[in-house]
């Protein structure tokens, strides 16, 4: 076994460990290729169960500001730390009162809200297990509420709730299911349906703690479902233990954390894990404050994020995070306001300790526009840094504590989790242990006993590699997802997560994204989804930037598998309602290429389409 300690440095954040933990890691050879790369750093003990932090923060703070949404009127609605204890105790009462069957999920449907956040930890509080489904599945379905009806027919519900019965209430009728049904909006209008404010003036009894005090790390607290782009989705069983045990591990990374409470502004979907679990708990654990931003990297849903950075018209001021969770597509849809307006630069990156991405891989230009954008109104460098994990994984396995130069590197293993490295074709595999993993898929046996190797350590389907093969202490760098390579017909394979980052970049600021084809064909090919600027130019311009763009990518030495040989630009935006973007902004690859099958043709076809981008 190999440890491996970063040397210490000139005093600064980055080398400060009461506010960042040293960088160090152990390396044990499996022999044939494999290895293991953990922390030398012991996972400390860790809270019983998600509930215990909103005590703990109701009895110390409980006049410090928690959560906060935005009101129609503008300005904000906050909640205390003990007013949300207060609501959560009478929701959690109403929950018991109405006798729900304990084996049975509450469900909500709707997006993150104030009483979506109270009757989720209520739920948690007295031990019953809450699944946010993506709202899309209702908001967007245009009366076929086919897929929504399967999931619920999964999840068999005891309860459901919703913000609105207007929006909402059509997905619950004929779904096979007849779970109790709750809206904070509009109940009366739906048989049998309770409005949320009866189970908010529910006085609680001691029941509420003789229930919690019951949960054990092993309760189920949450059901999270996976994308299902291929099917209907499975059902990840999120225990306590997993996602107190991963606030830990981050905790321990992040030190900062525990002397400087945060402050979010964050929109990322209570139904992902990256929103519902990494940044909701990291505010429940510190005793945070998270501002729930309705805004979305959206054309026109993302100037409702850049209006709460702004001080308002009614004299509320803006909000100032000091840490940021983004995925890449938020971060280029903010960059040209932040790039023009120095107020609002001065505003966003002011008093930022770490602006995260996460959720897909950031291209290398969003990232300087990002370091150039926060240069120009601050004095210290911007702290540009990832993670990586799962929704089976609570989330966080990895993290870079460091100041990173580039993208590319997740980081090294957090204190507790185990990263195993085995060769599968061209690449290492990962495979992930610790407290923080999910115990199996809801009621799929034969799923979970699948989702484990022998050494009971799970199979993400992921793959990576070490930055410097001689310095472990570089981390991690990213290699895309096992499963969704190919090869191509001279049996090369083509990385494509990692080819998808380079040729976005490439092709940068006019590309919001790209699929990438040719499996089981000669030649790698790419649909291309324009950015705005991207359509803002003429077809010409265009199409020579894509060109010059592919000509110096093979200039740069990238062989076939490193190049796309032929490009097609799309007409329009990847479909939301079809699934093909999904709530956290990155585009379903697999999904595109099923639904776009006849763009794939005409990419290589022959004699050639006209409309086909050649370098």
């Known amino acids: 076994m190999e440890t491996h300690i970063a040397p210490a440095q000139a005093a600064g954040f980055f080398d400060d460990p009461r506010l960042l933990a040293p960088r160090r890691v152990e390396k044990i050879d499996l022999g044939g290729g494999a290895f293991i790369l953990r922390s030398p750093e012991p996972l400390a003990p860790y809270a019983r169960c998600v509930g215990e932090w909103l005590e703990a923060w109701a009895a110390r703070t409980p006049d410090a500001i928690a959560f906060a949404e935005g009101r129609a009127e503008g300005g904000w609605r906050r909640l205390s730390w003990g007013a949300l204890r207060a609501q959560v105790g009478s929701v959690a009462q109403g929950l018991l009162d109405l006798g729900l069957d304990p084996a049975k999920p509450i469900v909500v449907l709707s997006d993150n809200a104030l009483d979506h956040l109270v009757l989720l930890l209520a739920g948690m509080h007295v031990g019953r297990a809450v699944c946010t489904v993506s709202s899309a599945y209702c908001r967007l379905a245009a009366g076929d509420y086919g897929r929504i009806h399967g999931i619920l027919q999964t999840l068999d519900p005891a309860l459901v709730y919703a913000s609105d019965a207007a929006v909402y209430g059509p997905a619950l009728h004929d779904a096979g299911v007849a779970p109790r049904a709750v809206f904070s909006q509009g109940a009366e209008a739906h048989a049998g349906a309770l409005p949320f404010s009866r189970l908010l003036d529910t006085p609680e009894t001691p029941a509420v703690m003789r229930a919690f005090a019951a949960i054990t790390p092993d309760t189920h607290a949450k059901y999270l479902l996976t994308s299902g782009s291929t099917g209907h989705p499975k059902v990840v069983i999120n225990t306590h233990r997993m996602l107190c045990a991963n606030q830990q591990m981050l905790a321990q990374c992040l030190r900062f954390l525990d002397a400087e409470k945060p402050v979010l502004l964050d929109w990322l979907p209570w139904s992902h894990t990256f929103g519902g679990n990494h940044n909701l708990h990291i505010v ?105 994990g799962s929704t089976e994984t609570a989330p966080a396995i990895t993290f870079a504590s460091w100041k990173l130069d580039r993208p590319g590197v997740i980081g090294l293993p957090l204190p507790g989790a185990s990263l195993k490295f085995i060769p599968n074709g061209s690449k290492l595999e990962l495979r992930v242990k610790g407290d923080h993993i999910f115990p199996g898929y809801r009621h799929d046996e034969a799923a979970t006993r699948g989702a484990f190797d022998e050494d009971g350590y799970y199979l993400i389907g992921d793959a990576g590699q070490l930055r410097d093969p001689a310095d472990p202490l570089q981390g991690v760098v990213f290699d895309g997802r096992v499963a969704e390579d190919f090869k191509l017909t001279s049996g090369t394979w083509v990385s494509v997560g990692t080819l998808r980052v380079k040729v976005v970049s490439a092709l940068a600021p006019y590309a919001q994204d790209v699929v990438i084809t040719g499996h089981d064909r000669s030649e790698i090919g790419a649909l291309v989804f324009l950015s705005e600027a991207g359509r803002a130019l003429p077809a010409e311009e265009m199409a020579g930037h894509v060109r010059r763009a592919l000509t110096a990518l093979r200039r740069e030495g990238a062989g076939s598998s490193q190049t796309p040989a032929r490009v097609l630009l799309l007409p329009d935006s990847p479909q939301a309602a079809a699934g093909e973007i999904t709530d956290k902004g990155y585009v379903n690859q697999r999904l595109v290429l099923a639904r776009r099958a006849v763009d794939v043709q005409a990419l290589y076809a022959s004699p050639p389409d006209a409309r086909v981008i050649r370098p």
């Open 284 to 388: 429940m654990r510190t005793g945070g404050t998270m501002y729930i931003d309705e805004g979305r990297p959206l054309p026109g849903a993302i100037d409702c994020t850049l209006a709460h950075l702004r001080a308002g018209a009614d004299g509320d001021d803006g909000v100032q995070p000091t840490i940021y969770f983004n995925v890449p597509r938020g971060y280029e849809m903010m960059l040209p306001a932040l790039e023009t307006d120095d107020d609002l630069a001065r505003r966003f990156f002011g008093r930022l300790r770490m602006c995260f991405y996460a959720g897909a891989g950031m291209p290398e230009s969003t990232w300087r526009r990002l370091e150039a954008a926060a240069a120009r109104v601050r004095a210290e460098p911007l702290w540009l840094t990832t993670s990586w």
